[in-house]
């Protein structure tokens, strides 16, 4: 098993371009998530997904967008990239029961780092 | 408000010594505590999970205790590696009354083991 797979590793974007951060999963996993990390923050909920077509906000979500059409993958969108956008971008996934991740463990990916100029 | 803390913010020791990195944590109602490892340019990787029930959890050298009346959580190292130098991570989980479950991550402790 791949695992958790980002693309890409690293990302400069102008201010105001749009981009998509990709993440795939080949464990079945039916929860998936973005975060960001930032110095000095501990990671924070951006979107989160229970299960193919279901999708939801976390706690950071303005300026992203994000579907889950098939299991494997979740697609974090960019809309109009800002300087306070550049940040580590993790996606996780884990298991799921009655649509919550509940004691199973979040596997992350290796992060996009993105940087808005 | 639900909060993580962690201490210290950074440590130094020598190969083959012991440490221990605190937890203290406000995270109400509690659901479960995760230790979690990151090296430099990685994605987290867990080390352990604790329920409300579980005092103690042991992963090889990793030893996380549990204190569900005090709030608090520590991981302890034993016999530090080079390769043990990287940020831990502590991440408390609540349970909402929808059923859904929120991480709440702390800024990490960032060991650094000197040979």
């Known amino acids: 098993n791949a695992g958790v797979t980002q693309t890409p590793k690293f990302q400069v974007l102008k201010t105001g371009q749009s981009m998509t951060l990709q993440c795939a999963q080949d464990m079945n996993h039916e929860y998936m998530s973005w975060y960001r990390q930032d110095p000095g923050m501990g990671l924070r909920l951006i979107h989160y997904s229970v299960g193919a077509g279901i999708t939801d906000q976390g706690e950071v979500p303005n300026g992203y967008n994000v579907s889950r059409s098939t299991t494997e993958d979740f697609p974090l969108r960019l809309l109009s990239a800002a300087p306070s956008q550049t940040s580590v971008y993790f996606c996780?996934?884990?298991?799921?029961?009655?649509?919550?991740?509940?004691?199973?463990?979040?596997?992350f990916g290796p992060g996009t780092r993105l940087t808005v100029t | 408000k639900n909060q993580v803390e962690q201490s210290p913010q950074s440590l130094i020791i020598l190969e083959g010594k012991n440490c221990t990195l605190q937890?203290?944590?406000?995270?109400?109602?509690?659901?479960?505590l995760r230790w979690y490892k990151q090296d430099t340019g990685r994605g987290p990787v867990s080390l352990t999970i604790?329920?409300?029930?579980?005092n103690t959890k042991s992963n090889g050298r990793y030893t996380a205790t549990l204190d569900a009346d005090t709030k608090q959580s520590s991981l302890h190292i034993t016999a530090s590696q080079l390769s043990d130098s990287a940020s831990y991570i502590c991440v408390v989980s609540d349970k909402k009354a929808s059923g859904t479950y929120k991480y709440i991550f702390g800024t990490g402790t960032r060991l650094k083991v000197l040979a």
């Open positions: 996780a996934s884990s298991y799921s029961r009655g649509g919550a991740a509940t004691l199973y463990e979040q596997y």
């Open positions: 937890c203290n944590y406000t995270v109400s109602p509690f659901s479960n």
């Open positions: 604790m329920t409300f029930s579980e």
